[in-house]
């Protein structure tokens, strides 16, 4: 039966029950991480594209073990009694936490911004959250503006002269915008006549997100800090409900604008953050362990039937470290290290040697979690077949042509996972090493085609590039979290 504990997730978030998608204002606050999410309370299916849902609450000391308390905000005020969509925490001078998060005004999907505060800042858990009383606290009088497609605040940032700046993704006479508003007090907003950013070249921007990194450095940075010389602020824009893209650039203080280094006209071809069910991610900066983290919605891959026997739908990606490589060009993101502390009964091969056609299994797992780490070691690449660059416009199209069967000079090689014994069932990831004109391009698929007989799944091939340079490298290392 999938109805049952058997495929609840161990390593990812979710709580007890029901259907769950965006993490909302996650933030580290004395001592306890906080993680809201987009929640139904009424059961595990989709509420009719997110009318009425509210921000269910979770508290943790590490990132692993969750409680789950009652939803923080509900719709019950004229600005949000049609539901309470994504937003942002920000921690104000004198560590005071505060949420702006999207209400919708009525089913047409009128949306304003508005602001909760915790009730009493002495409880550890922040249980209860008060709505502010001048709510909303920012309505959608923008002209061009489309006031069914302005959402999702952003966590707010300081600027030079002392007042807070948020952004708000909005559709502007066509455009994709991350709107700009300044305040004093985070109560009180004013509108920045010029956009943080904007752009023709895709759809509406949902679940903006704003920060700084610095270049080859894993520690993360609060933006509302002092930024370091040589810092790069990213800006991360969700699309097409599928699609976590970024740019990286700076934040000229002068114009209060972002300017990224590199512009692409074809929004197919920025840089995702994840290639895989990864949607709406927030990231937010760990003043305990002073890392910048970053986590997202994954969907469920069940039918909506089956969610609802389940009683549960969707769930959280791994939380990562995320930060910015040496070049400035590429986010790195690895798992959180605290996931390294549910190891147990390890097992360990070393210096196997795979040949065209071999398949080796792992014996002794018993269960259905297990955090693998492969390294491969490539002996020779002289065989890669040429890149053909126009595969960038759609991996996943590529990863479903050049499937885990079909041959090519260099791989696939990869990872079966949760195969049944006459491999009818089976998920696989795997790579393929392609020479380009100047380095070489590696193809890593996660094709899910196969992963289970039951009908009415999503069963996807996800698929990303990323370029390699096997002059100083020979190894591509994996980490699976099953
Ligand atoms: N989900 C929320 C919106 C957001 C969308 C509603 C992204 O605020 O734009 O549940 O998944």
């Known amino acids: 039966s999938i109805v049952g504990k058997r495929y609840r997730t161990d390593y990812h978030f979710q709580p007890p029950k029901n259907w769950i998608n965006d993490p909302c204002g996650s933030m580290y606050y004395n001592g306890v991480y906080h993680e809201f999410y987009q929640y139904n309370p009424n059961g595990s299916y ?8 509210v921000w269910g609450h979770s508290v943790s000391m590490d990132l692993i073990n969750w409680i789950n308390l009652e939803p923080a905000i509900e719709p019950d005020t004229p600005s949000d009694i049609s539901g309470c969509w994504t937003g942002s925490a920000t921690i104000l001078s004198g560590d005071q936490p505060i949420i702006i998060y999207t209400g919708l005004l009525d089913i047409q999907k009128h949306q304003v911004q508005n602001i ?30 489309n006031s069914s497609q302005f959402r999702d605040p952003t966590t707010g940032w300081i600027g030079p002269d002392g007042l807070w700046r948020i952004a708000v993704g909005a559709e502007l006479n066509g455009y994709s915008a991350a709107l700009l508003y300044k305040s004093e007090d985070f109560l009180n907003w004013t509108r920045v006549e010029h956009p943080l950013y904007s752009s023709n070249s895709s759809n509406m921007w949902e679940c903006l997100d704003f920060f700084a990194v610095l270049p080859g450095s894993g520690g993360g940075l609060d933006l509302s800090s ?31 604008a972002f300017v990224p280094d590199t512009v692409l006209d074809d929004s197919r071809l920025w840089p995702r953050i994840d290639y895989g069910n990864f949607y709406a991610s927030k990231s937010f900066f760990d003043s305990k362990h002073g890392r910048r983290i970053i986590w997202a919605w994954s969907s469920e891959t069940d039918s909506s039937s089956d969610d609802v026997a389940k009683g ?12 910015l490589d040496s070049h400035g060009k590429q986010l790195l993101q690895w798992p959180v290290e605290e996931i390294e502390s549910l190891r147990t009964n390890e097992i360990n091969h070393q210096a196997l040697e795979l040949k065209k056609g071999d398949l080796f299994e792992i014996k002794g797992i018993e269960t259905l979690q297990a955090d693998v780490e492969i390294d491969f070691e490539l002996t020779s690449i002289n065989d890669a077949d040429p890149f053909d660059p126009s595969w960038l416009f759609d991996t996943e199209k590529h990863c479903r042509e050049a499937g885990a069967s079909v041959h090519g000079g260099i791989g696939p090689f990869g990872f079966v996972i949760l195969a049944s014994d006459n491999m009818e069932e089976h998920t696989d990831v795997h790579f393929r090493v392609y020479k380009s004109q100047q380095n070489y391009m590696v193809l890593m698929c996660s094709d899910l085609r196969r992963s289970s007989l039951r009908p009415g799944l999503y069963t996807p091939a996800y698929g990303g590039f990323f370029e390699f340079d096997f002059e100083k490298e020979r190894k591509i290392s994996l980490r699976t979290l099953i």
């Open 46 to 53: 989709n509420p009719n594209i997110s009318y009425n849902i």
């Open 116 to 145: 909760a505060l915790p009730k009493n800042r002495s409880d550890p858990y922040l249980r209860e959250w008060t709505k502010a009383h001048n709510n909303p606290v920012i309505q959608p009088v923008v002209p061009g503006l």
């Open 226 to 256: 002092a930024i370091p010389n040589g810092a790069k602020h990213v800006l991360k824009v969700s699309m097409n409900c599928t699609d976590d893209m970024y740019m990286i650039g700076v934040y000229d203080l002068k114009r209060d």
């Open 312 to 323: 549960w739908a969707g769930i959280h990606s791994i939380p990562r470290t995320i930060w």
